[in-house]
């Protein structure tokens, strides 16, 4: 790689970053390739990304200062997950992390947060983005529905007493 190519590399990874809900720092040593694949598969489909990364340039990318939490984290063949929503990436990891030994959670970030591997952990048992958008529509459509319920009732005995005066006088 020559110097034009990492200062593109970095500025790639400064927009990842910038833009990422939450980034999972990953350790990936012996995974083939068709168990990348699968991962960025998961990912892709729940759109999220993985993608292998340099430690020194993506250390470059963050402007982390030696012996900052950031050095902990990368450290070794290191690749990076993110999404747009903070709880895809997390959560999609962490289930890979458990079907796979050789795939390994060593920790994230979310904005200026370092996490380890408990906080990814964590954070992937929240729910995510999708998920609490359609409890919210399920909290506001419900007393809509009972407000509609409310105002046919009087209509409906209505016409349950207009029905029983019917019968009564036919029979």
Known sequence: MDRAQKAESIETLKGVFADAGAV??????????????????????EGGTFKV?????ALKALEAEDGSDYHGLFKG?????????????????????KANDKFIVLGGFMGEKVLDAKGVDTLSKLPSLDQIRASLL?????????????????????????????????A
């Open 24 to 45: 999972v720092v990953t350790h990936n040593l012996g995974l083939t390739v068709a168990d990348m694949e699968d991962l960025r598969g998961r990912l892709r489909k």
């Open 53 to 57: 990364v340099k430690n020194r340039l």
């Open 77 to 97: 063949p290191v690749g990076i997950a993110y999404a747009d929503d903070a709880v895809t990436a997390a959560k999609i990891t962490s289930e890979y992390a």
């Open 138 to 170: 399920g909290l506001l459509n419900a007393p809509a529905t009972k407000i509609a319920g409310v105002v046919q009732a009087p209509a409906g005995q209505l016409a349950r007493v207009f029905n029983a005066y019917a019968t009564k006088d036919a």
